[in-house]
């Protein structure tokens, strides 16, 4: 197969409706309706081949959580093993922490080997894992 270039790769805000059937199905089963604050679809020739979704911090009164949730990332099957969800994982985290993000969450402890090597420390507060955004 031939090495994909990143630079290749475009990513753009999407509505759930605008997914392909295969990550939208992941999206339906993952992903609570409404809950989503970011889509984000990554375009390669124009075509849908990853995407992620989102939160942002759930504030009860008087809490100062700062963190994001990661609810999905996904990528299309041909295009798997290619780095492409490290790469969008690190566009999630770029994001989250624009929007004043100081961790980012993921809330399950599935695929463990991937969150680790990004940076991820598994955290049991949260039954998953967690990013800590760099502090200035």
């Known amino acids: 197969t031939m090495a994909l ?9 999407a ?18 309706a409404g809950t ?17 979704a989102m939160h942002g911090p759930l504030l009860e009164e008087g809490e100062s959580n700062t963190d994001y ?10 295009y798997r093993h290619q780095n492409v969800g490290r790469w969008l994982m690190g566009h999630a985290i770029g994001v989250a922490e624009s929007k004043g993000g100081r961790g980012l969450q993921v809330p399950h402890t599935a695929h463990q080997d991937f969150f680790l090597t990004l940076g991820f420390k598994a955290d049991a507060t949260i039954g998953g894992f967690r990013f800590q955004m760099i502090q200035e």
């Open 5 to 13: 270039g990143f630079r290749e790769i475009e990513v753009f805000s």
């Open 15 to 32: 509505d759930p409706k605008d997914l392909p059937a295969d990550l939208s199905a992941i999206y339906a089963q993952t992903v609570a």
């Open 36 to 52: 989503a604050q970011i889509l984000r679809v990554a375009k390669l020739n124009e075509v849908i081949i990853a995407c992620y």
């Open 69 to 78: 949730v990661l609810q999905m990332v996904a990528v299309q099957e041909q």
